[in-house]
């Protein structure tokens, strides 16, 4: 025969066991969520490109417009997405988007709203 309370299932250590679990499911699945939401995407736009400007690396130095975006993310006082010289990727980035500026492909644009009312671009998909 088992002694059921010996493992703890019909005593005190039922309420701790239930309040770490809480605790590790808020870990596992409540703090993703909420750091998700932390960092939500502006704006997420597809099109072909329609123009490139570049400009002094810290004047949101490279800029992209898409064909018929008249806002590439809300509250977003600018038509285009835009990243510093000094970002993290910034080569690949750009390569990137030459690339698919040359060959008319579909790119998928993720941006976030800077302090200045601007978006800059977060995230990049080319597509065909």
């Not at 579909?106 to 601007?118: F, M, Q, R």
Request: with cysteine; proline share 2%; charged share 15%.
């Amino acid at each position: 025969m088992i002694n059921l309370n010996a493992a703890g299932l019909f005593s005190g250590n039922i309420l701790k066991i239930a309040r770490h679990g809480l605790c590790y499911s808020f870990l596992l699945f409540g703090f993703p969520a909420a750091y998700a939401q932390a960092f939500a995407w502006a704006g997420i736009k597809q099109g072909r490109i329609e123009a490139i400007d570049v400009t002094a690396g810290t004047n949101y130095g490279f800029r992209v417009f898409l064909e018929s975006t008249p806002k590439m993310c809300e509250g977003s006082s600018g038509n285009f997405a835009f990243l510093y010289d000094t970002d993290s990727n910034y080569k690949t980035y750009v390569a990137a988007l030459l690339l698919a500026k040359a060959q008319g492909s579909n790119v998928i644009l993720h941006t976030t709203l800077d302090s200045s009312g601007y978006c800059k671009l977060g995230y990049l998909s080319v597509r065909n």
